[in-house]
């Protein structure tokens, strides 16, 4: 569950978390007085698989000061009632645009023309060398893991990297999502950022 006003939540209780975010949106509701932000095409949008609280919280924070939304593939590897989400920092988690898909797959049909861009540490090519579009997805693997192999298999011109020192494995998630986000909005002009 989601933190949302006591009036909001009693009247969306029976509809699903991403139902409620859009028509949150749709309405230009403002859970406790801040507006979520707007799905826009100028956007570069991200998720990924979430495993720790504190990524989470932290990739949430980019996302507001980028304007972006965060969507998020289940299953989570912590529990988002308010109190899980007190304890983990995230009292700012009603400002956050957040998508919430059951799986891969789900993610998959409600975004069929998505142009996805896959960051892995088995990338062949950088992210500043990738050209970025508006509207296209940036997706980080779970930190334990990252990206399935087969997801990664399915699109390997799209399978990016952030440069590294040879030898080290790879960087802090919510490092690496500021840094490819930020090299996204960069190239499409940081579109709604002053």
Known sequence: MYIFPDEIRKAYESQPIAMVCDQLIDAGQKPRAVELP???EQLIREWFEPEQPG???AI???CICAGATLH???PFGFRTDEKSLRRAG??????LGVRDYLNYND????HADARIWYLTTKGCRRIDEATYRDGDFLMFGKESAGIPGEILRSAPDRCIRIPMVEGERSLNLSNAVAIALYEALRQ???AGME
């Open 90 to 95: 995230l009292d700012y988690w009603p400002r």
């Open 38 to 40: 707007e799905e826009r």
């Open 188 to 190: 499409v002009g940081y």
């Open 107 to 110: 993610f998959l049909q409600q």
């Open 55 to 57: 990524n989470t919280g």
């Open 72 to 74: 998020l593939i289940r």
């Open 60 to 62: 949430g924070r980019t």
